[in-house]
């Protein structure tokens, strides 16, 4: 199984920050990883897709980099709103697996 | 626009049975694989299973094979999973989602005796 690593853990941070949160795969995933975020009591939602193809209606200042075995996604300039917990998750091979996310805090 | 509504949530005691349900609508149902991942209190999200658009291939999470099954009806735009031997650290959110994009809003399975 294709083990994904993430960190930070958590992270506090401030109205108007630039925030890296990374994940490492085990093996070479290609760019088969997406990024998610959920805001407590709601579904999670993709943000990126192909590790850097941001979805539509995503705001611009989500970005997402990387392929092989390392990635990030950057949020630029903080809003109140994006205070989440975000997770990746793998989909080259089975089973799936999913960072153990990042928890966004004020 | 694309709706999942997940449905058969609820308590159960450890060693027994549940289905869920996952109602899709506005999409070509039939054109898409679609998987089911939960979240347990205080813990991440984590993969259960996937099947094929076709119901051709299905996968599932090391911590649910052989007790979990899931399954779909391309004529009702429905997708299920079978949940047997339940066991407390099944308890979660259940989502099920449309490939990788679209979620639902999930249902909850608590497994308490």
């Known amino acids: 199984d294709i083990q994904m690593t993430q960190s930070p853990s958590s992270l506090s941070a401030s109205v108007g920050d630039r925030v890296t949160i990374t994940c490492r795969a085990s093996r070479d995933i290609r760019s088969d990883l997406g990024w998610y975020q959920q805001r407590p009591g709601k579904a999670p939602k993709r943000l990126i897709s192909a590790a850097s193809t941001l979805q539509s209606g995503v705001p611009s200042r989500f970005s997402g980099r990387g392929s092989g075995t390392e990635f990030t996604l950057t949020i630029t300039s903080l809003q109140p709103e994006d205070f989440a917990t975000y997770y990746c998750?793998?989909?080259?091979?089975?089973?799936?697996?999913f960072g153990g996310g990042t928890k966004v805090e004020i | 626009q694309v709706q999942l509504v997940e449905s058969g949530g609820g308590v159960v005691q450890p060693g027994r049975s549940l289905r869920l349900s996952c109602a899709a609508s506005g999409f070509t149902f039939s054109r898409y694989g679609m998987h089911w991942v939960r979240r347990a209190p205080g813990k991440g999200l984590e993969w259960v299973a996937v099947?094929?658009?076709?119901?051709?291939?299905?996968y599932y999470a090391d911590s649910v094979e052989g007790r979990f099954i899931i399954s779909r009806d391309n004529s009702k735009n429905m997708v299920y999973l079978q949940m047997d031997s339940l066991r407390a650290e099944d308890t979660a959110v259940y989502y099920c989602?449309?490939?990788?994009?679209?979620w639902g809003q999930g249902t909850l399975v608590t497994v308490s005796s």
């Open positions: 989602l449309r490939g990788f994009d679209y």
């Open positions: 099947i094929w658009y076709d119901g051709t291939e299905e």
């Open positions: 998750l793998q989909h080259q091979s089975y089973p799936l697996t």
